[in-house]
């Protein structure tokens, strides 16, 4: 099963984890300098869900986001 949003359809995000080495200014040094810029994922937090539809009970998988709205029906 994909780790995707079943009501708005959100799903994992690309970045990056910054590494940066060196004493700040406003401590005294020269600044931070960036070393290192690694490539990374953010999933999605997904929780099953089970809502009322016209077609009846459904479990279903959605992002915290989504259940905060409060948009659909808790069985």
Not at 49 to 64: D, E, F, S, Y
């Amino acid at each position: 099963m994909s780790r995707v949003c079943d009501n708005c359809g959100k799903s994992k995000a690309f970045g990056g984890h910054i590494t940066r080495r060196g004493l700040a200014i406003k401590a005294g040094g020269i600044g931070t300098h960036v070393v290192k810029n690694t490539k990374r994922e953010f999933g999605v937090n997904l929780q099953p869900v089970r809502i009322a539809t016209p077609q009846g009970n459904k479990k279903v998988r959605m992002c915290t986001s989504c259940i905060r709205t409060g948009n659909f029906t808790k069985v």
